[in-house]
């Protein structure tokens, strides 16, 4: 069983910065941080493999944001620089039950409990 606990949101002003954290018991493959805004659906922000050498992420957050792990510390983290409006969402970090590495969100099977992120203008 991999239980998840998110870290770091709040409330900042456009163009500021965020680091998101994520502590993982358990055993963790790759991993992903997702984000859903009020009236949307759910979106995959970024993912990254478990040894950390691939990550891939949302066209619209390419070049703003930087996933990492730290597999000593079963932790992963999402860098958020800057930030925009329409990156205000309540952001979660999910983990595959096997090593998938992909943004097929239905194979993400353990959710942590979600951080909110709001940004102003």
């Known amino acids: 069983q991999v239980q998840l606990v998110e870290s770091g949101g709040g409330s900042v002003q456009a163009g500021d910065s965020l680091r998101l954290s994520c502590a993982a018991s358990g055993r963790i493959f790759s991993m992903g941080w997702f984000r859903q805004a009020p009236g949307k659906e759910r979106e995959i922000v970024a993912i990254?493999?478990?040894?950390?050498?691939?990550?891939s992420y949302l066209d619209s957050v390419k070049g703003r944001f930087t996933i990492s792990r730290d597999n000593a510390k079963n932790m992963v983290y999402l860098q958020m620089n800057s930030l925009k409006p329409e990156d205000t969402a309540v952001y979660y970090c999910?983990?595959?039950?096997?090593?998938?590495?992909?943004?097929?969100?239905?194979?993400?099977?353990?959710w942590g409990q979600g951080t909110q992120v709001t940004v102003s203008s």
């Open positions: 990254i493999s478990w040894d950390g050498d691939s990550t």
């Open positions: 999910a983990a595959p039950s096997i090593d998938y590495y992909g943004f097929n969100s239905m194979m993400y099977r353990y």
